[in-house]
């Protein structure tokens, strides 16, 4: 179960990081966006905003972006967006999960059905995908925060479903419904975590051979490039 910053293994890939940084920018925008427009303007009392703006400092966002992001909620009322999650296949039966935020679900499903079929992949149904997957909360923390003893002890007290160590840093794994409140006792532990979202997590993973992967980071770029599309998780294992 590889730890990883979602916005963070965007921006390094195939060398494109000032055309990724207006990407990742506007997307993480348009959430902020949406959850001030569904919720309080208020980010403690309201979680989705608050985790947007999370993933706005972890991108380096500007404070005036994310302030004109809230603003929006106010004067682009018309605009309704949804979160929408599509299921499918990419090249070497690879299962995906694409989440978006749209206005309009017809060009969306267009978009990814015409990435998918580009690279002899295609769009399943509801389903179709999700049980390759766990939805799991995701907390990192850098090991220059808290010893692994420490770690350990927290996660037991809290009730996380697991804890893991890499190079560094430290990740907890919560069930979905448990996120927001290990997460509240993380940040009362820890003044700043390095990462935190709900993710979809293989179950197994599919190895690649040499020379397949360029086939599927080209894929990836592709749905990624999509202003719809917020995340994707993938089964597929890099070498």
């Given at each position: 179960?590889?730890g990883?910053?979602?916005?963070?293994?965007?921006?390094?890939?195939?060398?494109?990081?000032?055309?990724?940084?207006?990407?990742?920018?506007?997307?993480?925008?348009?959430?902020?966006?949406?959850a001030?427009?569904?919720?309080?303007?208020?980010p403690?009392?309201?979680h989705?905003?608050?985790?947007?703006?999370?993933?706005?400092?972890?991108?380096?966002?500007?404070?005036?972006n994310?302030?004109?992001?809230?603003?929006?909620?106010?004067t682009?009322?018309?605009?309704?967006?949804?979160?929408?999650?599509?299921?499918?296949?990419?090249?070497?039966?690879?299962?995906l999960?694409?989440?978006?935020?749209?206005?309009?679900?017809?060009?969306?499903?267009?978009?990814?059905?015409?990435?998918?079929?580009?690279f002899?992949?295609?769009?399943?149904?509801?389903?179709?995908?999700?049980?390759?997957?766990d939805?799991?909360?995701?907390?990192?923390?850098?090991?220059?925060?808290?010893?692994e003893?420490?770690?350990?002890?927290?996660?037991?007290?809290?009730g996380?479903?697991?804890?893991?160590?890499?190079?560094?840093?430290?990740?907890?794994?919560?069930?979905?419904?448990?996120?927001?409140?290990?997460?509240?006792?993380?940040?009362?532990?820890?003044?700043?975590?390095?990462?935190?979202?709900?993710?979809?997590?293989?179950?197994?993973?599919?190895?690649?051979?040499?020379?397949?992967?360029?086939?599927?980071?080209?894929?990836?770029?592709?749905?990624?490039?999509?202003?719809?599309?917020?995340?994707?998780f993938?089964?597929?294992?890099?070498?």
């Amino acid at each position: 179960m590889a730890g990883h910053s979602h916005w963070a293994g965007i921006k390094h890939k195939k060398g494109r990081q000032d055309k990724l940084r207006s990407k990742i920018f506007s997307k993480i925008a348009r959430e902020i966006t949406v959850a001030a427009k569904h919720g309080s303007k208020d980010p403690n009392t309201n979680h989705r905003l608050r985790a947007a703006i999370e993933s706005a400092k972890e991108a380096n966002m500007p404070k005036d972006n994310i302030s004109r992001a809230i603003s929006r909620s106010e004067t682009d009322k018309n605009e309704n967006f949804e979160n929408l999650r599509y299921e499918g296949f990419g090249p070497k039966n690879i299962a995906l999960i694409i989440e978006t935020l749209t206005d309009n679900k017809n060009r969306t499903a267009g978009s990814i059905r015409t990435a998918l079929q580009k690279f002899g992949g295609n769009l399943g149904s509801s389903g179709s995908t999700a049980h390759f997957f766990d939805n799991f909360g995701i907390i990192q923390i850098s090991k220059k925060s808290i010893s692994e003893e420490k770690l350990l002890d927290f996660a037991a007290t809290t009730g996380a479903k697991d804890c893991f160590s890499y190079k560094d840093f430290h990740e907890i794994v919560t069930k979905k419904e448990d996120f927001y409140k290990v997460k509240s006792q993380a940040e009362k532990l820890i003044k700043n975590l390095t990462y935190s979202g709900i993710e979809w997590r293989p179950k197994s993973l599919v190895n690649l051979k040499n020379g397949e992967e360029k086939e599927i980071e080209n894929m990836l770029g592709l749905l990624e490039d999509d202003d719809d599309v917020q995340k994707v998780f993938h089964n597929c294992k890099f070498i």
